[in-house]
């Protein structure tokens, strides 16, 4: 099986510019940011899809949203988005779970 890009940015081979990281997820700027805030939020494991999530990996899915908490409380933010793409139909372009955080889209003083 070929890696995916995010395998590849974990092991190195492609330069990302990285928010977070721990044991079980890595965080990245995405390259073509949609929002003020685009990141990527990626588990180490490689799960093609959120339909190919099953067993202990549901725990890594908890850990995915209490990073996203995280990265609000870092970043200050009031509010963020928090997308993921399954499966082509569902517009996923990367085979490697990922979800994106989104935020920034006014004035979040206000």
Known sequence: MEKSIFTRIMDG?????VEYEDEQVIVIHDISPKAPVHLLIIPRKPIP?????????????????????????KLELKGFRLINNCGKEGGQEVFHIHYHFLAGFQDESA
């Open 13 to 17: 081979e492609i330069p990302a510019k």
């Open 49 to 73: 899809t959120l339909m190919d999530v099953e067993g202990d990996d549901f725990a890594i899915l908890a850990h995915i949203h209490a990073v996203a908490q995280k990265l609000a409380q």
